[in-house]
Nanobody, 127 residues
Framework: QVHLVDAGGGLVQAGASLRLSCAFS????????MGWFRQAPGKEREFVAA????????LYADSVKGGFTISKNSAENTAYLQMCSLKPEDTGVYYC????????????????????WGQGTQVTVSS
């Protein structure tokens, strides 16, 4: 059974950086495409970034493109979301997600595509 644990959130000022981690336990991390989503108070969960199982392909929401970087480290069984130049509108609970796939170069941008979820980590950016 797959278990994802999010970590790395916190309270930072605008312009700061944070790196979120998603520790994967279970079978076959290399077979998993991963994604990050976030949810602000009173809003729906929204897509942030996704990465294919081979790490060869990535996709970002327009709102974070150029500032956030998603990655997978197979040696650590961990996915990361590096966030730079944070803005108050980046505030929310961030969730990592994963799904097994047989396809090397695909990623998924909708919550419904994922089968496994972390518990979420709070990111608060003050102005």
């Amino acid at each position: 059974q797959v278990h994802l644990v999010d970590a790395g959130g916190g309270l930072v000022q605008a312009g700061a950086s944070l790196r979120l981690s998603c520790a994967f336990s279970g079978w076959n991390f290399n077979g998993y495409a991963m994604g990050w989503f976030r949810q602000a108070p009173g809003k729906e969960r929204e897509f942030v970034a996704a990465i294919s199982r081979t790490s060869g392909d990535t996709l970002y929401a327009d709102s974070v493109k150029g500032g956030f970087t998603i990655s997978k480290n197979s040696a650590e069984n961990t996915a990361y979301l590096q966030m730079c130049s944070l803005k108050p509108e980046d505030t929310g609970v961030y969730y990592c997600a994963g799904r097994m796939t047989q396809r090397n170069n695909v990623f998924y941008a909708t919550p419904e595509a994922y089968t496994d979820w972390g518990q979420g980590t709070q990111v608060t950016v003050s102005s």
